[in-house]
């Protein structure tokens, strides 16, 4: 996100809106999360597969 948008944000954080804001960052950090769990789920199920068949990337 552009730092204009980011300055427009946290500016209607002070203003009714601010639940809104809550919500959006809120479901932006499950998103990021979730990315990040998923991405360590499938290191770990590459690295077992390549643990196992190493001897066939030879």
Do not use: Y
């Amino acid at each position: 996100m552009n730092p204009i948008m980011l300055r427009l944000e946290e500016a209607l954080c002070w203003t009714v809106l601010a639940p809104l804001v809550r919500a959006r960052r809120r479901r932006m950090e499950r998103r990021i999360s979730q990315e990040w769990f998923d991405r360590q789920r499938i290191d770990r199920v590459l690295n077992e597969i390549v643990r196992q068949h190493a001897d066939l990337l030879g």
